[in-house]
């Protein structure tokens, strides 16, 4: 069973730190990487997605991948109130051609003023 | 606008009914997915499709149907043989490489 495992926390920190998410894949050839937020009792979203190994930013939000490790973040720099939820981390396993994701449990995060 | 649409919103099963989701998408997207949410947990995938009439079966797909006879809608039958059908239920669609991977905004059904 390839799996996706992430920590469920909760993980709690202040407004203004950085929040640190992590999430490791059981397929070597898995080839993108996917972060979603989700808001309690609605649908996920994208907020990044990466394939490359190295790190990529968008605002606030930094991805980084390590293949060699299976292993891939999400850093949230500055954090507010309004970035708690729950962070799903989702994969496209290796020998797939077509974009079936596989999701981890989700890290639920708290920012508290 | 473009986008996916779940309905109903909430639905409420009887114990040996069966129930269809609808879902339906108008971003000419070839693969749809349904997923199935559980309190405190991950998304599992029960069924999806990168073609009309052509189904896959997911992770969980044991007490539930499925059909794709157009691009744009793929409804899921939550059958009486689900025996645990209490759950958020999500449908996405994307493009085949998995880009543009867009959900619905999910159908949360009970079973009364």
Same mark, same amino acid.
């Given at each position: 069973?390839?799996?996706?495992?992430?920590?469920?926390?909760?993980?709690? +920190?202040?407004?203004?730190?950085?929040?640190?998410?992590?999430?490791?894949?059981?397929?070597?050839?898995?080839?993108?990487?996917?972060?979603?937020?989700?808001?309690?009792?609605?649908?996920?979203?994208?907020?990044?997605?990466?394939?490359?190994?190295?790190?990529?930013?968008?605002?606030?939000?930094?991805?980084?991948?390590?293949?060699?490790?299976?292993?891939?973040?999400?850093?949230?720099?500055?954090?507010?109130?309004?970035?708690?939820?729950?962070?799903?981390?989702? +994969?496209?396993?290796?020998?797939?051609?077509?974009?079936?994701?596989?999701?981890?449990?989700?890290?639920?995060?708290?920012?508290?003023? | 606008?473009?986008?996916?649409?779940?309905?109903?919103?909430?639905?409420? !099963?009887?114990?040996?009914? /069966?129930?269809?989701?609808?879902?339906?998408?108008?971003?000419?997207?070839?693969?749809?997915?349904?997923? !199935?949410?559980?309190?405190?947990?991950?998304?599992?995938?029960?069924?999806?499709?990168?073609?009309? /009439?052509?189904?896959?079966? @997911?992770?969980?797909?044991? @007490?539930?149907?499925?059909? !794709?006879?157009?691009?744009?809608?793929?409804?899921?039958?939550?059958?009486?043989?689900?025996?645990?059908?209490?759950?958020?239920?999500?449908?996405?669609?994307?493009?085949?490489?998995?880009?543009?991977?867009?959900?619905?905004? @999910?159908? !949360?059904?009970?079973?009364?």
């Amino acid at each position: 069973q390839k799996e996706v495992e992430q920590n469920s926390g909760p993980l709690s +920190v202040p407004e203004g730190a950085i929040a640190s998410l992590n999430c490791t894949y059981s397929d070597r050839g898995s080839q993108s990487f996917f972060w979603y937020r989700q808001y309690s009792g609605k649908s996920p979203e994208l907020i990044m997605f990466i394939y490359s190994n190295g790190d990529k930013e968008d605002g606030r939000f930094t991805a980084q991948l390590n293949k060699a490790s299976q292993y891939v973040s999400l850093l949230i720099r500055d954090s507010q109130p309004s970035d708690s939820a729950t962070y799903l981390c989702a +994969v496209i396993e290796g020998g797939t051609s077509y974009g079936k994701l596989t999701f981890g449990q989700g890290t639920i995060l708290t920012v508290h003023p | 606008d473009g986008g996916i649409t779940q309905s109903p919103k909430y639905l409420f !099963r009887k114990e040996g009914q /069966n129930v269809t989701l609808s879902c339906e998408q108008n971003l000419n997207h070839d693969a749809m997915y349904w997923y !199935r949410q559980d309190p405190g947990q991950g998304l599992r995938l029960i069924y999806y499709s990168q073609i009309v /009439n052509d189904f896959q079966k @997911g992770d969980i797909a044991e @007490g539930y149907s499925v059909s !794709r006879e157009k691009k744009e809608s793929f409804p899921l039958t939550v059958t009486s043989a689900q025996k645990n059908p209490t759950a958020f239920y999500l449908c996405a669609s994307s493009i085949l490489s998995g880009l543009g991977y867009t959900f619905g905004s @999910g159908t !949360r059904l009970t079973v009364v």
